[in-house]
């Protein structure tokens, strides 16, 4: 059977679809603005991340692919994109400490940055083709091709649904989590219990880029699977409403996650089944969709549920 | 050496305002010594690509055209930073007004077409993008105010909704069937389009970009609305005591802001495009963010850091011909100063040559 005959059954399909591919970068870049903010620092900077991460992904695993094989050789990606990330955190975590030097502007300049390396490193990787991470193939039961490539799970969205539960059981019971919460709420206590408000932000930031690093490598290895200059849309921006609506939350950034990346699957699901005149503004919908939500949760009389107390002030 | 208690005073008060001054260059002459490690890493002479920048961006009478048909549209654009950053607001989103302007503009424009008279068909224009500009960054300033929205996040946001909805309408409801290149609107009547300063290839956004940065210039510094936006900014609890309509101020600054940004959509549109389409999103906003942060949100030095940096995008091109790197160079630079400038900021009052001593 083929598409066309699954008729508008094709919409949530392709949405489920969606969701599964699509979901992958905003988890990880969600789950590393979480660690960061929850450390009292924002980083905007992680669409920067991301660029470099797809970016070191999609190269180390086109380089290693004769030395390691097609299996082994995105996983090196992986790790190159990571730690890519947390080179790049590390440039924040320093510059956004400094006294008088404001957080939000530091992550607008590593944007730039970021994504201008990207580019300029990457500009050999656009034309060849690195190999891909291996999807389990959860629809192998079915005979429709529509709903098997639909179940296609790749292994780092899983990695991704397991880190979320495991970071939340780290703020809430591991004594490291409990350093991380005190410097975000009140730096004040923080350092009369001798904790180093620097080391723990850098490590929260260069731990977070990590992870939105990961992210990207989402993106250029698995989907869209490949290295364009356009191959990010914003996800590294969104992490940070994404966490807002998620209230600080690790799980909550999960399902926010499966959200968005829904959101994201409408203009192609729609597509799918021969409605093309509002494409543009389908693919418009998560930041339509994120400015929704904001304007719906914040307020100006009080700050928002479960925000780190120290989060956007001056120290 | 010892100086009289009187004039030790007044030398000491030569020095502050020159950390101000200092500072920045040195920013720049750091951010220009890590890019050319930078370029040597790449394989490329760092010497070289230094002169190619300089030849490509001020060498000459054609490159100086190039250098200022680039910054006009940054003055513009940083002025949507740089306005609301007065009362500390960070408004990123530059890139959205200039295009929400853009598609202003090209709507009026197309709608008066050749029944008016060409400054007229101009002046409408101009106004639509105004308009239009303002109000789209008026709304980011609205949530900030109303809801508490943080207004960095809403205005990137709106970036990406302005984008999609210029694409919506180019590939549909705007879309000029006979021009296949790429989805774009129909062409503006060339009437319509902008003149040229005399004897140059000058586009007269460029006077639109330095009347705007001066005007901009006297409302902050030199009237009760720019007072009471730079209290407002300084301390909002404070002005809020003092009964200084807050709100109101919030509102009227990104508007006048997100007007700039528009003006700089109309400008793109009228002299470069004279159509709409995807090429009005040209990074034109980003990098009127870098702008207004290297000048320190002072309307005045914008002119000058816009024309610097039109150079160094005028030399994007060159980069890539003559010394085989790519064109993403410039961004990795533009990047570099903007660290670097910012880290300056945070040795505002640690240097002690800039201090007032104690006079003994």
């Not at chain 2, 302005?162 to 409801?173: M, R």
Request: with cysteine.
């Amino acid at each position: 059977m083929a598409t066309e005959a699954l008729g508008w059954w094709g919409v949530p399909l392709g949405i489920l679809a969606g969701t599964l591919r699509g979901s992958a970068p905003f988890l990880f870049v969600s789950l590393g603005e979480c660690l960061t903010e929850k450390s009292g620092k924002i980083n905007l900077g992680l669409e920067g991340t991301l660029l470099m991460g797809a970016m070191s992904a999609y190269g180390v695993a086109y380089l290693s692919q004769g030395a390691l094989g097609d299996f082994w050789a995105p996983w090196l990606g992986v790790l190159a994109a990571g730690l890519a990330g947390m080179s790049l955190g590390a440039i924040h975590g320093w510059l956004a400490q400094q006294p008088r030097v404001n957080d939000v502007a530091v992550g607008i300049a590593m944007i730039i940055f970021g994504s201008g390396l990207a580019f300029f490193l990457g500009k050999p990787f656009i034309q060849p083709q690195a190999p891909q991470l291996f999807p389990f193939q959860w629809g192998a039961w079915s005979s429709i091709p529509a709903v098997q490539s639909a179940l296609k799970v790749s292994p780092l969205f899983l990695i991704g649904v397991a880190i979320a539960p495991i970071m939340q059981w780290f703020f809430r019971s591991t004594r490291w989590g409990l350093y991380i919460r005190a410097v975000g709420d009140s730096p004040e206590a923080a350092r009369a219990m001798g904790i180093s408000i620097f080391k723990v932000r850098f490590l929260s930031i260069m731990a977070g880029s990590f992870l939105a690093g990961i992210g990207g490598a989402c993106l250029s290895l698995y989907f869209p699977g490949v290295w364009t200059e356009r191959i990010s849309s914003g996800q590294g921006l969104m992490a940070v409403a994404l966490v807002i609506f998620a209230r600080w939350n690790p799980l909550q950034c999960l399902w926010a996650s499966l959200l968005f990346g829904g959101a994201q699957a409408l203009g192609p699901a729609f597509q799918s089944v021969g409605i093309n005149a509002y494409y543009y503004l389908f693919n418009a919908a998560p930041y339509i969709l994120t400015l929704l939500i904001m304007i719906i949760t914040c307020s100006p009389k009080r700050t928002l549920v479960g925000a780190p107390g120290a989060l956007g002030k001056e120290d | 050496m010892t100086i009289a208690p009187a004039s030790a005073a007044k030398f000491y008060q030569w020095r502050r305002p020159l950390e101000a001054v200092f500072l920045p260059v040195a920013a720049l002459l750091v951010a220009l010594v890590i890019f050319g490690v930078f370029c040597t890493l790449a394989g490329a002479n760092p010497l070289g690509v230094y002169a190619s920048i300089y030849k490509a961006a001020f060498g000459s009478w054609s490159a100086w055209q190039n250098t200022l048909i680039r910054a006009s549209p940054l003055m513009l654009t940083a002025l949507c930073t740089a306005l609301p950053a007065r009362l500390g607001l960070v408004i990123i989103g530059n890139e959205g007004a200039l295009v929400i302007g853009g598609l202003a503009a090209t709507i009026a424009g197309l709608t008066v077409g050749a029944s008016v008279p060409p400054v007229l068909g101009q002046f409408t224009m101009a106004i639509a993008a105004i308009i239009a500009g303002g109000l789209w960054i008026m709304l980011a300033g609205a949530l900030r105010h109303y809801r508490g929205v943080n207004e960095t996040i809403s205005s990137l946001l709106l970036n990406y909704i302005a984008i999609a909805l210029i694409n919506h309408l180019v590939e549909g409801p705007m879309r000029d069937a006979e021009f296949v290149t790429k989805p774009s609107s129909a062409e503006l009547n060339e009437a319509l389009w902008m003149g040229t300063l005399p004897g140059s290839r000058i586009h007269y956004g460029l006077v639109y970009g330095l009347i705007a940065c001066v005007i901009a210039y006297v409302l902050i510094q030199r009237t009760t609305f720019g007072f009471a936006a730079r209290t407002a900014g300084g301390n909002i609890r404070a002005a809020r005591v003092a009964g200084l309509p807050v709100g109101k101020l919030t509102l009227a600054i990104c508007f006048l802001g997100g007007s700039c940004a528009g003006l700089a959509g109309m400008v793109e549109v009228a002299a470069v495009q004279k159509r709409i389409n995807e090429s009005l999103v040209s990074n034109y906003g980003y990098a009127g963010i870098l702008v207004a942060f290297v000048s320190r949100h002072n309307p005045l030095a914008t002119i000058l850091v816009a024309v610097l940096l039109g150079g160094i995008l005028a030399s994007g091109g060159i980069l890539q011909r003559s010394h085989d790197l790519p064109d993403a160079t410039v961004l990795v630079f533009q990047g570099i100063v903007f660290l670097c400038v910012l880290f300056s900021d945070s040795l505002y009052g640690r240097l002690p040559w800039f201090q007032e001593k104690p006079v003994a």
